[in-house]
DNA sequence: TTATTTACGGATAATGATTATCAATAAGAG
DNA sequence: CTCTTATTGATAATCATTATCCGTAAATAA
């Protein structure tokens, strides 16, 4: 499923749910389902704004929290300043963050859900999400500066 | 290594650096150290509000700023407004996380490092601590509400 | 097409956790 | 005891996010 399929499914499933096809909403929605970068909310306005000038950050947020509700992004929270946002891969899954350089990598290959499983049976929780974040520096700034 | 020997071995630390040792810094350093039910910075200002009541809560944000440093807490950050702290168990660990009352429980006898070993062999990164939240509904909160 | 309803967009104020500031104080060294 | 300076406490500042509110423009039906 590509990106643009991927925008209509989304804005169908929105017109059912009484909501409404904006120029403004189809820019946002095009912009975080092709970020691969785990954009924040103010990078994603700034994109917007580079082809459509007159868009307020106020309807990011709004457009991104309707994309949580949807279950079509995750937010990365933590050390960061700012969550940051995967709207490419929206589920759960494990990321990589770069303390020295900020960039976040997708953590692929590694299949989290026997710990994931084996802590819900041991806990008797119901689980519905979960979040694994690794902390520390990417091969870049290793090779820049030890 | 109980509380008091974790407190005596702290400030030892701490003056090493330059630090002092002060009324209110031990009275916070033992309300973190003892709290095993994850608090937030204002819960502990409570706490040591109760028994030492000329307390600010600015103080107690430095002394978390402090022990975050030493690597004697851990910060529980995500979906909650105000992280938590968890300082009775430093070392990183699996979290629960109810999203019906709040409460978090630490996710115990599943080692997580395999999987973390994969993902940095598998990223090259240099990885220095990671953080594995689960969110989803408690035993309690099941039987409570279904 | 036009009228009507109302969700949406934009600008901005409000919120709330955290951080910075700074004068007064007190810990610790000599 | 004296001196240096880390620390405290009160409060202002910061900053991401959320709420507010009015004018606008989608969608729907006449």
Redesign the pocket.
């Known amino acids: 499923m590509d990106t643009e399929e991927r925008l209509r499914d989304i804005l169908q499933r ?2 059912k749910d ?8 189809v820019a ?1 929605l095009r912009a975080f389902l092709s970020a691969q970068d785990h954009p ?3 990078q994603v306005y700034r994109r917007v704004c580079r082809d ?1 000038p ?6 990011v ?5 309707l994309l949580k509700e949807m279950g079509e992004v995750i937010e990365i ?1 933590g050390d960061l ?3 940051r946002y995967d709207a490419f891969h929206p589920e759960p899954h494990p990321h990589l963050i770069c303390t020295r350089c900020g960039q976040i990598y997708d953590g692929e290959g590694v299949d989290v859900q026997p710990v994931v499983a084996a802590l819900q049976a041991q806990s008797a929780f119901q689980v519905s999400t979960y979040r694994l974040d690794l902390y520390g520096v990417c091969a870049a700034c290793q090779a820049q500066s030890g």
């Open positions: 929105l017109q009484g909501h409404r096809m904006t120029p403004q909403r946002i924040t909310v103010e459509f007159m868009t307020s950050l106020a309807t947020y709004k457009t991104v929290a929270s300043q700012g969550s």
